[in-house]
């Protein structure tokens, strides 16, 4: 009788310390979105080792819904922010699925491609976008590697 006793408290003792981590912690999103708020407008390339890093401007792809994502000029964006994994399967293309980990100072996206109608499409990319301060960035790319910092344009 007793071992049962103390398998129901350890049991709840767990459940408790599970329940109470998931809500002292939440996402970051919530404070990662507010920042990126503050960062948005023209942004001017300082250092760049590809084609990819142009004079670009820093937008939410929609403003009425922040979620969506943002884009940085025309080739670099973070599309569909969220929490977790998310798994979907693109027409004709592949399964994606995105990860996202949200910092104080900036957010890493993963992007991977898996059962692609071309196998040669297969493959995974990591990007990220620090803020190293109020009025500079700094884009990276994986695969192709792309390392860019940018400035803020003031009007």
Do not use: W
Not at 20 to 49: E, H, W
Not at 90 to 104: A, E, L
Not at 114 to 128: G, H, L
């Amino acid at each position: 009788m007793s071992y049962r006793k103390i398998l129901l408290c350890m049991s709840c003792l767990f459940l408790s310390n599970v329940l109470f981590a998931k809500t002292v912690t939440p996402s970051n999103k919530s404070r990662f979105i507010p920042l990126l708020k503050t960062m948005l407008g023209d942004y001017q390339v300082v250092t760049a080792n590809s084609l990819l890093c142009v004079d670009s401007q820093l937008s939410l792809i929609n403003p009425v819904y922040p979620d969506a994502g943002f884009k940085l000029g025309e080739h670099i964006a973070f599309e569909s922010l969220h929490n977790g994994t998310r798994t979907t399967k693109k027409p004709n293309f592949c399964f994606v699925t995105s990860s996202y980990k949200y910092k104080s100072d900036g957010v890493d996206n993963s992007l991977k491609m898996s059962r692609c109608i071309d196998s040669n499409n297969e493959k995974t990319i990591r990007q990220s976008i620090k803020f190293t301060s109020v009025t500079t960035l700094k884009y990276t790319q994986n695969s192709p590697a792309v390392e860019c910092t940018f400035t803020r344009q003031v009007d």
